[in-house]
């Protein structure tokens, strides 16, 4: 089970919900922040902060959800997507000696992991995946 931290007004934009996987580290934290202030729908972000932090979420706190959860938590996802257009997949075990030191984790997050956001949303309606990796 997660832990959530809404300052989400509830309003929405014509484009939609927008999902963010992996929002709280590098890369995903400035895609959320420009997100975010290009109010481009109500953002919601999952990340395990397994490598990410929320403090890189501190900017743009007030204008998203927060949800401290595990992309292998298949309920956790279906309970995110609902009403989303749109899912930034960014959540990934990237880091080559993180691989190597733990590769069960980085097999269930990466191949699993990713086999159940690609499920989740195809189950809620998602309209758009677009998968993100820096290696």
């Known amino acids: 089970m997660g ?12 484009h939609g919900r927008i999902l963010v996987t992996g929002g709280a580290g590098f890369i ?21 902060l397994h490598r990410g932090d929320a ?5 743009c706190a007030r204008d998203i959800v927060f949800r401290r959860q595990d992309i292998r938590d ?10 989303c257009e749109v899912v930034f997949h960014l959540a990934a075990q990237s ?3 993180g ?6 984790y980085s097999c269930s997050t990466n191949v699993l992991g990713t086999f ?13 995946v677009v998968f993100t990796s820096s290696r």
């Open 74 to 83: 298949r309920a956790a996802l279906d309970e995110a997507m609902r009403g």
């Open 116 to 128: 159940h956001v690609l499920e989740a949303a195809s189950q809620a309606g998602v309209k758009r």
């Open 95 to 97: 880091s080559v000696m």
């Open 55 to 59: 403090a890189n979420l501190g900017p």
């Open 99 to 104: 691989a190597l030191q733990d590769s069960e």
């Open 28 to 48: 995903g934290h400035h895609l959320v922040g420009r997100l975010a202030r290009d109010h481009q729908g109500a953002v919601t972000v999952i990340d395990n």
């Open 3 to 14: 832990i959530e931290i809404s300052n989400h007004r509830g309003t929405e934009t014509p």
